[in-house]
């Protein structure tokens, strides 16, 4: 049976991460209070702060970046649009 959590971002109980999503110190933090669905939200807007960033995940200053973001997307006061960003339009 899938657990479930209290979703810090969505503030209810949503099914959990099937496992952690990655291997560092907030990874606690995220599986046991991230939903599966505030995690989609968050990984499309990472998608968003890596292009418009233009990150380069293999670059350790652009992982440190993304880590940041992401502590604030979830934990802090959440994680900022770039002032340039222009969203795609509603179809």
Wanted: hydrophobic content about 35%; some cysteine; proline content about 8%.
């Amino acid at each position: 049976m899938a657990h479930t959590v209290l979703c810090v971002k969505l503030k209810k109980e949503l099914p959990a991460l099937d496992e952690p999503p990655f291997d560092n110190d907030l990874v606690k933090k995220v599986y046991d209070s991230v939903s599966e669905e505030a995690w989609r939200m968050w990984m499309e807007h990472c998608q968003m702060l890596h292009n418009e960033y233009r990150l380069n995940p293999a670059r350790r200053e652009d992982q440190e970046v993304i880590v940041k973001q992401l502590e604030q997307y979830f934990f802090g006061e959440g994680s900022a649009v770039p002032k340039e960003y222009v969203p795609p339009s509603q179809k």
